[in-house]
């Protein structure tokens, strides 16, 4: 154990770490739910474990709260810690890590880089959303190209399905510049892992 004054210093350092600076002197009784779920991560914080496991930290966090939360648990990762979260809510692993295990009735279906988990998915066209100035003219030429299997006009924007991700991002750049188009965003709609997991569990 630790002596009475490491036992209180380890204790405050753990608090901030977590953003509970403020509220040490106040009774654990009083403390929300969310606040309760930093507290906990401070507790495990006050032992300066090399691995953390943390089930569903982010529940009944409010907004300032969970961005503290992964702010925290990114540093730790940061710092050379291992981290291993346990989530059903999965744009918030997503938030908070790179790679992921994937896990369908207690069996591992999936284990990586979340991109490069959905590149193994051949069996699925993968959609991109372009937003842009010009949506038709753009259309136009996206048809043409062979690995696209479907263009459709959404809004101020081009939602595309392509067989061959790889082309499409490599040759995507010559058709901006053909087109005149000034685009502002580009996006996978299923680069998440919501759309993973659904295609995965099929």
């Given at each position: 154990?630790?002596?009475?004054?490491?036992?209180r210093?380890?204790?405050?350092e753990?608090?901030?770490?977590?953003?509970?600076?403020?509220?040490m002197?106040?009774?654990?009784?009083?403390?929300?739910?969310?606040?309760?779920?930093?507290?906990?991560?401070?507790?495990a914080?006050a032992?300066?474990?090399?691995l953390?496991?943390?089930?569903?930290?982010?529940?009944g966090?409010?907004?300032?709260?969970?961005m503290?939360?992964?702010?925290?648990?990114?540093?730790?990762?940061?710092?050379?810690?291992?981290?291993?979260?346990?989530?059903?809510?999965?744009?918030?692993?997503?938030?908070?890590?790179?790679?992921?295990?994937?896990?369908?009735?207690?069996?591992?279906?999936?284990?990586?880089?979340?991109?490069?988990?959905r590149?193994?998915?051949?069996?699925?066209?993968h959609?991109v959303f372009?937003e842009?100035?010009?949506?038709?003219?753009?259309a136009r030429?996206l048809l043409?190209?062979d690995?696209?299997?479907?263009?459709?006009l959404?809004?101020d924007g081009?939602?595309i399905?392509?067989?061959?991700?790889?082309?499409?991002?490599?040759?995507?750049?010559?058709?901006?510049?053909?087109?005149?188009v000034?685009v502002?965003?580009l996006y996978?709609?299923?680069?998440n892992?919501?759309?993973?997991?659904?295609y995965l569990?099929?």
């Amino acid at each position: 154990g630790f002596s009475p004054d490491e036992a209180r210093s380890r204790a405050v350092e753990s608090l901030k770490r977590v953003g509970m600076g403020e509220m040490m002197e106040r009774r654990i009784g009083s403390y929300s739910m969310g606040m309760r779920q930093r507290l906990k991560l401070a507790q495990a914080l006050a032992h300066d474990p090399d691995l953390l496991v943390l089930d569903e930290p982010l529940k009944g966090l409010d907004p300032i709260g969970r961005m503290e939360m992964i702010e925290t648990i990114k540093r730790l990762g940061d710092q050379g810690k291992t981290v291993l979260i346990s989530s059903h809510v999965l744009y918030e692993i997503e938030s908070m890590t790179e790679r992921v295990v994937l896990i369908n009735k207690g069996k591992v279906i999936a284990e990586g880089e979340i991109h490069e988990i959905r590149s193994l998915i051949d069996e699925h066209p993968h959609r991109v959303f372009i937003e842009c100035d010009k949506p038709r003219p753009l259309a136009r030429k996206l048809l043409d190209m062979d690995h696209i299997v479907r263009v459709d006009l959404e809004g101020d924007g081009v939602s595309i399905e392509t067989e061959s991700p790889d082309r499409f991002y490599s040759e995507f750049p010559r058709l901006v510049v053909e087109t005149g188009v000034e685009v502002r965003r580009l996006y996978s709609p299923d680069d998440n892992l919501d759309s993973v997991f659904r295609y995965l569990i099929g």
